[in-house]
Each structure stands twice: as C-alpha cells, then as structure tokens.
C-alpha cells in the first residue's frame, strides 16, 4: 500500500477534528446527559450527525478550494467588526473549554495515582504546548491521529456496561420527548458539544496546512483536480464525525446503563463520571473512562488553541503554519501559548471551569449559527470559491444545519427564562 495513496494515510483533518469533537468538557455532558435522562435524548445524536458532516464539509471546503482558513476568508468578504467580533467570542469560548479539558484531564489522572491536581493540569497544558511548537506538521498530525484510539476507551466502556441494547439502539431512531425545560437544555448542549465554532477554524485551516505540505494550489486555481479531492474531503470528514458520534453515543449509553440506572443523575465533571461507574461497572470500567479523558485531551487541547491560533493571525493577515520555526511564527505559536496557559490559569484563579461551561456553551451557541450563515454565504461566493461554489442539495444540507442550530440558540435562551 503506497504512502500517497492508501486508505489510512488519506484520512487527517477530518478524522482528527472529529475526534477533538469528543473533548473532556464534552464527555462531561454527555455523561450528564446519559446520567439525568437515560436513553431519552439519544435520538439527537442521529439528527445532528449528518449536520455536523455537512458544516465540517463546508469548512474543510473553504480552505482547499480558496487556499484560506475561514477568518481569513471573512476579512477579505466581510466588515472587519464582523471579524472582531467572532475571533473575540472564538477566544473566550476556548480559554474557558481549555480550561475544563485541563481540569478535567487532571482531575482523572489524581484520581488514578493521587497527587496534586493543579500540578498535573499544568504540566498537560505545557506538554500540549511542546507538542504543537516543536513538533513539524507531519509529525504533529500523525500524533494526533494515534491519539484518536483513545477515543475507543468510551467503546470499551459501553461493551462492559450491560446495556439494555435493544432500548438504547431503538431511542436513536425513537425520540422519548419531555416537554420540560430540563430537556430543551439537554437537547441545546448537546447541540453545542457537538456543532462547536472551533471545529470549523480547525478543519479549514487543516486543509490550507495540508495544501502547502504537498506544494498543492488551491482548487479554485487548479479546478480540474476538484474531483478527487472533494471526495476525500468528504469521506475524510465522514469517518471523522462518524467516529466522534459513535463514541458519544457509547458515553449516553455507558452512563444510562450504569449511573441513571442506579439514581445517580448528576454528574458535575468527566472525572466524577469515571468516579462514579466504579461501583456500578466495576474498575476495569471506570479506569477507561479516564484514561479516554487524559487521551481525548491531549487531542483537544491542541486544536482549542490551535484554532485560535489559526483566527487570529489570519484576522491580521499573518500567515499561520504549524511547519514553521518558532522564530518565524512567533504570534502564531506566542497565542497558542498563552491560551493553553491562560485556560490551565482557570484552575488556579479560583474559577471552576467545569461550571464555566454553561456559559461557554452561551457563546458558543451565539457565534455557531452566524459564523455558520457566513460560511454558507462564504461557500456560495464565486469570488471567494470560484467556479467551485458548493452545490445546491449541500447548499440546503448547509443551510438547514444553520437553521438548526439558530433554533436551538434560541431554544436555549428560552430555557433560561
């Protein structure tokens, strides 16, 4: 199998922002998810699976056919306010998000050996840091993808769980409503765990990377070689929220047959979660639980500020690259820096980030639906894709995925009343 062209070595940005899709902060939800509702919310997980592949498709669209991430994209189409203003809600949602992926990956490794858990949360941001700078590109994007494995930990989990299998795989097609405000905030986050606006900087960005690896021009400059290409984006990007679905389909269903099962129905973090299925799982359970935590977040932590990174200099017009030399990226890697250590920062100041996610799945769910619109607009513009303007059944895929999610924004904040 040659190195080009196997199958495996076809699959990146997709499949690894699919599995940073699975991040600690969203284990946790779902953990809560599966605790207070049991089975009742996993139908979700079929509907927002083809419209999580069809905004990532876009976004991966947009940096291979015109060569740029999507903040660069916006400052060159759209009013530089516009830009501010997502970058700015962008960086806040992910301080806070890499705040409680740290936390949260600390927290299961002191409950594994004991210790100090501000110490390991510190020591995961700057090996997450050392990673990203010192590593070249090709390196950094084969250790991501090694890392995905550990997403299978939450497979594990639900293999040994004893779920009531015919239940739970009949509430993905069978929706168990409940008309109460408790479930409308359920149903919101996991929305927001799943459709999250760095996932889309991340993957755009990914492309561009992966263009300037081959010395390949972007595809509205080379049209003739779309074809392939589009469909390796789009398979890529299948397998990668196919995955990142699974997964969290098996941490709802892990939960619901263990914790929900035996009244435990609130879950405060990740690591409880592991805490609590000792009893009900045994140890063999609760040992892979956290394990998959430390894993998934040392994917996830990368691509929180990776993404940032990415928006930022491009909102400036600089180039950003994980292949270049420190000395010549010095804003690119400077941010991703001071973002990981500014979210590790959380634990210490006294915040806890865990609960700062109810406000991170605000902001998110804020700039998801708008940043999702200028996608859209961005994906259909001739001037910025050329001939290569996304058809028009993804166009509608696109757009009702945005009309999704601007429902649930709304949902949420009615919620909240």
């Known amino acids: 199998m040659g190195k080009k062209t196997g199958f495996l070595a076809k699959l990146g940005p997709g499949v690894i922002t699919g599995a940073a899709d699975d991040d600690p902060s969203g284990i946790g939800?779902?953990?809560?998810?599966?605790?207070?509702?049991?089975?009742a919310l996993s139908w979700t997980f079929t509907l927002t699976f083809p419209l999580l592949a069809v905004i990532q498709f876009v976004a991966?669209?947009?940096?291979r056919v015109s060569g740029r991430g999507i903040a660069a994209?916006?400052?060159?189409?759209?009013p530089k306010p516009l830009l501010w203003g997502a970058v700015l809600l962008l960086l806040v949602a992910?301080?806070?998000?890499?705040?409680a992926d740290l936390n949260a990956m600390g927290a299961s490794l002191q409950m594994l050996i004991g210790g100090n858990i501000w110490l390991y949360t510190a020591i995961f941001g700057i090996i997450s840091i050392l990673l990203e700078v010192f590593l070249s590109y090709r390196s950094y994007a084969s250790v991501l993808k090694w890392t995905t494995l550990s997403l299978f930990a939450y497979v594990g989990v639900a293999a040994v769980a004893h779920v009531p299998w015919g239940h739970a795989l009949r509430s993905l097609v069978v929706p168990e409503i409940e008309w109460t405000p408790a479930y409308a905030?359920?149903?919101?986050?996991?929305?927001?765990?799943?459709?999250?606006?760095y996932l889309f900087f991340w993957q755009a960005a990914q492309e561009v990377e992966e263009e300037r690896r081959t010395h390949a021009k972007p595809l509205m400059v080379s049209p003739k070689r779309a074809g392939p290409e589009l469909k390796r984006i789009r398979n890529d990007t299948l397998i990668g929220m196919a995955i990142s679905t699974v997964v969290s389909v098996a941490i709802v269903f892990a939960t619901a047959a263990t914790l929900n099962a035996h009244g435990i129905t609130n879950v405060e973090s990740a690591s409880d979660a592991a805490e609590?299925?000792?009893?009900?799982?045994?140890?063999f359970a609760s040992l892979l639980f956290a394990l998959g935590i430390i894993g998934t977040g040392l994917l996830a932590v990368p691509v929180l500020a990776g993404s940032v990174a990415y928006a930022i200099c491009e909102m400036f017009g600089i180039e950003p690259t994980l292949d270049a030399k420190v000395r010549r990226a010095r804003v690119f890697y400077g941010v991703i820096a001071a973002t990981t250590l500014a979210g590790a920062a959380l634990s210490s100041l006294g915040v806890n980030p865990i609960k700062a996610l109810y406000w991170t799945a605000i902001v998110n769910g804020v700039l998801a639906a708008p940043?999702?619109?200028i996608m859209m607009l961005i994906v259909r513009n001739p001037k910025a894709m050329g001939e290569?303007?996304?058809?028009?059944?993804?166009?509608?895929?696109?757009w009702s995925a945005t009309a999704v999610m601007t429902l649930a924004t709304a949902l949420f904040f009615v919620s909240l009343i």
Not at 29 to 39: E, N, P
Not at 60 to 63: F, Q
Not at 388 to 398: A, R
Request: no cysteine; proline share 5%.
């Open 185 to 197: 905030s359920g149903f919101v986050a996991i929305l927001g765990t799943t459709i999250s606006p």
């Open 73 to 78: 994209n916006v400052r060159r189409h759209y």
């Open 276 to 283: 609590a299925l000792r009893p009900v799982a045994g140890r």
């Open 388 to 398: 290569l303007t996304l058809p028009s059944l993804s166009t509608i895929l696109g």
């Open 371 to 373: 940043l999702m619109a």
């Open 60 to 63: 991966a669209e947009i940096g």
């Open 94 to 99: 992910n301080v806070i998000n890499l705040g």
């Open 29 to 39: 939800t779902h953990s809560q998810i599966g605790a207070q509702f049991g089975y």
